[in-house]
């Protein structure tokens, strides 16, 4: 398996922006279609965005599209979740996940078990 960390998150107020960023290390040697969830309080975890394993195709959950955006560094095999206009219920814990096995030939995957690596998280406190 591959490990996860994560960082940027923080206490910010509505309006403001954070840039996440997800750590890769361990099988390093490949690159996985990867994703962001969040969990907030009480509620289940969910999709955020996800992409491809070539950085090439991108998705954003409708919540937060025009308003976050997914990359990656293949270089540093690291994604960046870079959220802009940040609301209060964007509050959450945002998690890093990846795909390291078991691919259907989609371009990227977006349920919570299609994964198999995850991150600890990092909290995300937006106030308004």
């Known amino acids: 398996q591959v490990q996860l960390v994560e960082s940027g998150g923080g206490l910010v107020q509505a309006g403001d922006f954070l840039r996440l960023s997800c750590a890769a290390s361990?099988?390093?040697?490949?690159?996985?279609?990867m994703a962001w969830f969040r969990q907030a309080p009480g509620k289940e975890r969910e999709f955020v965005a996800a992409?491809?394993?070539?950085?090439?195709?991108?998705a954003h959950a409708d919540s937060v599209k025009g308003r976050f955006t997914i990359s990656r560094d293949s270089a540093k095999n690291s994604i960046i979740l870079q959220m802009n206009s940040l609301k209060p219920e964007d509050t959450a814990v945002y998690y890093c996940?990846?795909?390291?096995?078991?691919?259907?030939?989609?371009?990227?995957?977006?349920?919570?078990?299609?994964?198999?690596?995850w991150g600890q998280g990092t909290q995300v406190t937006v106030s308004s």
């Open positions: 996940a990846a795909k390291t096995g078991g691919y259907s030939g989609r371009s990227y995957y977006t349920q919570l078990y299609d994964f198999d690596s």
């Open positions: 361990g099988r390093t040697f490949a690159i996985y279609p």
């Open positions: 992409i491809s394993s070539s950085g090439g195709t991108a």
